[in-house]
């Protein structure tokens, strides 16, 4: 089972990012699919959140509004469109795959928001 999380990076405040998160060794289209975040010194934080049909998403208060999740079942891949990005966005950002009482991770990329 893997989870790969890319298209982190710097990027100043006010700008986008779109963090792709690829799947595989699993039945992708049967779970649902978050991202969350990890800022130093901080708890993992639930962002978004998507059902195993895309039909249903659910957001923090932090990110709703500049946050976008979308998933790609036949590509076996969940989006992240991050627009108006602020610097306190900035954390390692993670996929997470879950079903009942199965969760899997990806190890994280990095997001830095700084002028």
């Known amino acids: 089972v893997q989870l790969v999380e890319s298209g982190g990076g710097l990027v100043q405040p006010g700008g986008s990012l779109r963090l792709s998160c690829a799947a595989s060794?699993?039945?992708?289209?049967?779970?649902?699919m978050s991202w969350h975040r990890q800022a130093p010194g901080k708890e993992r934080e639930l962002l978004a959140s998507?059902?195993?049909?895309?039909?249903?998403?659910n957001y923090a208060d932090s990110v709703k509004g500049r946050f976008t999740i979308a998933r790609d079942n036949a590509k076996n891949t969940v989006y992240l469109q991050m627009n108006s990005l602020k610097p306190e966005d900035t954390a390692v950002y993670y996929c997470?795959?879950?079903?009942?009482?199965?969760?899997?991770w990806g190890q994280g990329t990095q997001v830095t928001v700084s002028s």
């Open positions: 997470r795959g879950n079903r009942g009482v199965v969760d899997y």
């Open positions: 060794g699993f039945t992708f289209s049967r779970y649902a």
């Open positions: 998507i059902g195993s049909g895309g039909g249903f998403t």
